[in-house]
Structure formats: structure tokens, C-alpha cells
Nanobody
């Protein structure tokens, strides 16, 4: 089983930055494993944020965060990061780390494995 643990959430002022981390553990990884981030604000549906291919490093972002958020990974640490810059109040949500056997954005049906989520609050 894949286990995902998020960290780095918290409160930040609008225009500020925050970096989320997600540590993954698994018995094995596929050659084209993907990890990504989703978010869900109260009263709204889950929203795809972005994804990264573990082996190749290809990334894909939702239009709402493109140019502001950056996904990266550290293979040695089995960790994926979400660097969030120029944060807006509408970015406030619970952010979920996720993993999937394939890189297939925009993941309308979600991914196969999920973390518990971590709250990001952006105040104006």
C-alpha cells in the first residue's frame, strides 16, 4: 500500500508563499508513477491542482494555479513538493497529496491513493 503524509500547511497572508511536502512510502513504484495535489474548499468540489511524473518529471497544472504553483520531487526522499507563490484567499482549502500508477492528467476521477489532507489558509 502507498502511504502519503502531507506537511507544511498553515496560515499565510495574501501574496505570500507556502511550500507543502508529501512523503510517500510504498512497497514498490511503477516506472511511470505519478504524484499530485488536489484541493477542496468548503462547499466546493474537489479540484485538481497539478501532477508530476515520478520518472520523467513532467508536470501538468490546472489553469487556476498555472504560473503561481510549482510541483517538484526529490527521488532520494520519496517526496513531492508544492511550492505556492502569490497566494490568494481563494486558494484557501484542504490540500490533498495523491499518487497514481500512471501520469494521466487532469485526473477527473482522482488518483488511486490519498493522503489525509492539510489545511492552507490565505488571509487578506
Amino acid at each position: 500500500q502507498v502511504q502519503l503524509v502531507e506537511s507544511g500547511g498553515g496560515l499565510v497572508l495574501a501574496g505570500g508563499s507556502l511550500r507543502l511536502s508529501c512523503v510517500a512510502s510504498a512497497r514498490s513504484f511503477s516506472s511511470y508513477y505519478a504524484m499530485g495535489w488536489f484541493r477542496q474548499a468548503p462547499g466546493k468540489e474537489r479540484e485538481f491542482v497539478g501532477a508530476i511524473s515520478w520518472s520523467g518529471g513532467s508536470t501538468y497544472y490546472a489553469d487556476t494555479v498555472k504560473g503561481r504553483f510549482t510541483i517538484s520531487r526529490d527521488g532520494a526522499k520519496n517526496t513531492v513538493y508544492l511550492q505556492m507563490n502569490s497566494l490568494k484567499p481563494e486558494d484557501t482549502a484542504v490540500y490533498y497529496c495523491a499518487a497514481d500508477p500512471a501520469f494521466r492528467p487532469p485526473y477527473r476521477d482522482g488518483m488511486d491513493y490519498w493522503g489525509k489532507g492539510i489545511l492552507v489558509t490565505v488571509s487578506s
